[in-house]
């Protein structure tokens, strides 16, 4: 909601994001984890609609392997890397971020145990809360740094637009197809509840839980670690 609504500087933004990206660079692995767990078991809808997902990170066309010429995830979020880079250049950065720890996080840890739900499960959510944090960092980029707002630089936030786009509405809908036994993109009106057996349930939960809870703790460990440094900044 700060992010949303401009409250922090535009060094301060960037740093977020940088924190952030650690999210971006691991989903893909929980993915193809969860696509080769799902051919074990096979289960064909789950699998193709992991394909799907996995070839749109990729830039590739799911059928036949080719690039369609949109261009990997990855090399949309180094786009937008550099441009925080042009517009936050180093030696510009404020001396109070200096003082916070270069800590590293793991947004997808997966214990050798999980079940092919719990991995799902984790996929889902972020399938859910990946758009509302876009969301947020697309408008504090745009307050933050007001060159993002001009048309001519939409190419630099693609990384952020597109998953706002396509995560909720077209991935998670695809995955709860597949999972449910229908093929992506049908929307199966069979109910959850009724398809699952208790123990999946239970697993998916669990791997919604999961995520949601290292999210609510990444951005609340964000805000403390803030709230620590408002002194000295302003000092």
């Not at 535009?10 to 994001?17: D, L, R, T």
């Not at 799902?120 to 745009?142: D, N, T």
């Not at 290292?214 to 805000?223: E, K, M």
């Amino acid at each position: 909601m700060q992010l949303a609504r401009g409250c922090f500087a535009p060094v301060e933004v960037a740093w977020i994001y940088r924190r952030r990206k650690t999210i971006v660079d691991s989903f893909l692995p929980m993915l193809s984890l969860a696509q080769q767990m799902a051919e074990a078991a096979g289960r064909v809808e789950l699998v193709r609609a992991l394909q799907i997902n996995i070839a749109d990170e990729m830039g590739l066309n799911p059928d036949t392997g080719q690039e369609t010429g949109e261009g990997a995830h990855a090399e949309w979020g180094k786009r937008l890397s550099s441009a925080l880079d042009l517009l936050d250049p180093p030696a510009l950065k404020s001396c109070h971020l200096s003082r916070l720890p270069a800590e590293s996080w793991d947004p997808y840890p997966i214990d050798p145990q999980d079940s092919l739900a719990v991995i799902v499960g984790m996929i889902m959510a972020s399938e859910k809360c990946i758009p509302i944090e876009y969301q947020a960092f697309l408008k504090g980029f745009r307050i933050a740094f007001p060159s993002f707002a001009d048309p001519s630089n939409e190419d630099c936030l693609r990384q952020l637009t597109d998953h706002i786009d396509h995560d909720e509405r077209q991935h998670l809908p695809d995955l709860i197809d597949g999972y449910l036994g229908h093929s992506p993109g049908t929307r199966g009106e069979v109910l959850a509840h009724d398809a699952l057996q208790r123990n999946e349930a239970t697993d998916l939960a669990r791997g919604m839980e999961r995520i949601l809870s290292l999210r609510y703790n990444f951005y609340d460990s964000l805000q403390h670690l803030f709230d620590q440094l408002s002194p000295v900044a302003q000092g």
